[in-house]
């Protein structure tokens, strides 16, 4: 049974705690449009492109970063899917998390391509004199991921360190992703929130800024800024792979989408209610997690929305 604290936590509690985690749009929807799918208002294909067959991926860290931040978050990328010289994955597993993504969305289009594969090449850049400040404009993102060199269909991460600022970072967005127009490359960006805004980018590992301060979890990997970007990630990937440049699985608007896990806020285990994130599993130190990922590594990961039932499906 869940805990009567927890039971307290009123809906917009996880609203306003969450609705920043999940748009590419520079506003936030206010609470009376954001509107989840329904059978009514369904989460479909709008006949663009998606990704599939091999995806490669390049890292550009901006800012700060140790090298156990650095292996945490490179972890996650390559537990992704999993490649038969890594050591399987203990379910549940990221990857099974990951074959979700195939299976609810990319296995059900008419002409079903190679099934999707995201790798992460060796193409690092590292930043750590910001060279563009630390606070930056989202044309300034780009840059950085420009940098990467990227091609069509391919996928350049920027991680910014706690220490930057982002335009939009924590008041509309924890993140984003979107596509060159020019290139047809594929951005993502997540920051770092630990020290700005651990309350609306890094829950349910800190406690929200409004409302019932409900307790946070322990953070799976002991850094509540860098597993919360794991979520936050966890999101871009999952938006990037089935909706890369806005004319493919979504529902609502092009401008503020719900998309393949956004659809799902704040929802991370079975038996989750608003304010609570589910009945989630704990290691030996306490830490909450659902997903196993390469290495021995745990994650917290968000649920994925199956549109066949119209339902957020988590991993435990």
Known sequence: MAPLNYVKCSLLVLFLVNLVHFGLASRIRKLDEYIFPTQENP?????????????PVSIVWYGTFTPTQKYILTNFIESL?????????????????FDKINQFYLSQL????????VHLDN??????????GKYLKEDQISQLAALAE????EIAIVFTAEDVAVEGFCINRCALHKSDPNTGALLIWVGNAATQCPGHCSWPFHQPIYGP??????APNGDIGIDGMVINLAHMVAGTITNPSGN?????????PLEASTACPGVYANGHFPGYAGNLPTDSSGASYNANGANGQKYLIPAIF??????CTTMV
């Open 248 to 256: 493919g699985f979504y529902q609502g608007t092009v401008e503020v």
């Open 110 to 117: 008419e002409k079903n391509g190679p099934t999707t594969h």
């Open 81 to 97: 899917t999993h490649d038969e010289n890594q050591q399987q994955q203990p379910c549940p597993s990221v990857s099974q998390w």
């Open 43 to 55: 989460l479909v294909y709008h006949n663009g492109e998606v990704l599939q067959g091999k995806i």
């Open 213 to 218: 301060m409900c307790p946070p979890l322990t």
């Open 150 to 153: 990227r091609k069509k269909g």
């Open 306 to 311: 199956d549109p066949s039932t119209c339902s």
């Open 123 to 132: 193409k690092q850049i590292v930043d750590e004199n910001y060279s563009k």
